[in-house]
């Protein structure tokens, strides 16, 4: 199907073990973003990727590592996890140009990470 | 820096009762994008409206109607006769649109309103 997809949607790890969260989108967006949702913060920014190979740093970078081979695909990894990483996160898209009114980023059904 | 505010952390009202949510932003830009965004029980994030900078006029979309005002730099959102689907925590977000992306780009996001409709 069409749109945007995550997995795993739920995974536990324990902390100091490297962690991946995949996110793929079929519309060839050119941008694409992980937040990581937690109480009392709404959602946060961690990397965004304006284009294959080009990444940069949101909000909350330290602990995640991001690549962008390919346009479909932004993995996200937690180099060595930690309990402070337990949180859900989004994975998003969006495309460049002139956009309707109707038009945003394209959100992630999430994933639900814990680390024990 | 931009920052958008939510100062109501949870909100309950009775059913087919009328409720404002409040959304306060900080921006430098001219141009930037407001956004609300639902996330039902279920947890995904369903987009509400996206309006820009140098749109003021007010929305309505069935139940629902959102006032903008620049001069007090607010995004209220407003729920008319509420229902208990209108359960969820909201998020105004906000998008610098200085770049070429025209508000697609990175979102800050509030930290959320919980409104519960009690029936």
């Known amino acids: 199907d069409a749109g945007i997809t995550q997995s795993p949607r739920y995974k536990i790890t324990e902390t100091g073990r490297q962690v991946t969260l995949m996110c793929h989108q079929t519309?060839?967006?050119?941008?694409m973003f992980w937040y990581r949702q937690d109480l009392g913060h709404g959602l946060r920014l961690i990397y965004y990727?304006?284009?294959?190979?080009?990444?940069d740093k949101g909000e909350v970078p330290d602990g995640y590592v991001v690549s962008r081979s390919k346009t479909e695909n932004f993995p996200l990894t937690l180099e060595s996890a930690t309990r402070s990483q337990t949180s859900v996160y989004f994975c998003?898209?969006?495309?460049?140009?002139?956009?309707?009114?109707?038009?945003?980023?394209?959100f992630g059904p999430g994933t639900r990470l814990t680390v024990l | 820096a931009q920052k958008v505010t939510q100062a109501q952390t949870e909100i309950s009202v009775v059913e087919k009762e009328d409720v404002t949510l409040d959304c306060v932003y900080e921006?430098?830009?001219?141009?930037?994008?407001l956004f609300w965004y639902k996330q039902p029980p279920s947890g995904e994030l369903v987009f509400l409206i996206r309006?820009?900078?140098?749109?003021?006029q007010n929305e309505i979309s069935g139940r629902y109607s959102w006032n903008f005002q620049k001069s007090t730099s607010s995004f209220n959102f407003t729920i008319t006769a509420s229902q208990v689907v209108d359960s969820a925590v909201y998020f105004c977000?906000?998008?610098?649109?200085?770049?070429?992306?025209?508000?697609?780009?990175?979102?800050?996001f509030g930290t959320g309103t919980r409104l519960t409709i009690i029936p």
């Open positions: 977000a906000l998008s610098e649109g200085a770049g070429t992306n025209f508000g697609n780009e990175k979102l800050t």
């Open positions: 990727s304006a284009a294959a190979d080009i990444t």
């Open positions: 921006t430098r830009d001219t141009t930037y994008y």
């Open positions: 998003a898209s969006s495309d460049l140009g002139l956009p309707s009114v109707t038009d945003t980023q394209y």
């Open positions: 309006r820009n900078s140098f749109d003021e």
């Open positions: 519309w060839s967006h050119s941008y």
